[in-house]
């Protein structure tokens, strides 16, 4: 059973930082793509950061460019995600998505059960 593991959620005042850190065990984690994910209070999940399998290339939406990093580590199965200059918008939980480079199923990709990040004074 694949399993991917969110942790470094937690409470945080604006301006200040977190890093996420997204364990995953029991697939080949050099042959997918990660993203993380966040979801606030009554609306949709939306699509934070990718990194591509190898790690040389990522993308973010544009509300946390400049200010979120996602990056890998392929020897240690770990995909992370460093939040700088939080804002109370950035509150929401925060998910960790794997899918297969090439599409192999399943067709949705797998999903951590999430952590929360509050962004408040």
């Known amino acids: 059973q694949v399993q991917l593991v969110e942790s470094g959620g937690g409470l945080v005042q604006p301006g200040g930082s977190l890093r996420l850190s997204c364990a995953a065990s029991?697939?080949?984690?050099?042959?997918?793509?990660m993203s993380w994910y966040q979801q606030a209070p009554g609306k949709e999940r939306e699509l934070v950061a990718t990194i591509s399998a190898s790690g040389d290339t990522t993308t973010y939406a544009d509300s946390v460019k400049g200010r979120f990093t996602i990056s890998r580590d392929n020897a240690k199965n770990t995909v992370y995600l460093e939040m700088n200059s939080l804002i109370p918008q950035d509150t929401a939980v925060y998910y960790c998505?794997?899918?297969?480079?090439?599409?192999?199923?399943?067709?949705?990709?797998?999903w951590g059960p999430g952590t929360q990040v509050t962004v408040s004074s």
């Open positions: 029991r697939f080949t984690f050099g042959n997918y793509v």
């Open positions: 998505h794997a899918r297969h480079r090439f599409g192999l199923p399943p067709r949705d990709g797998y």
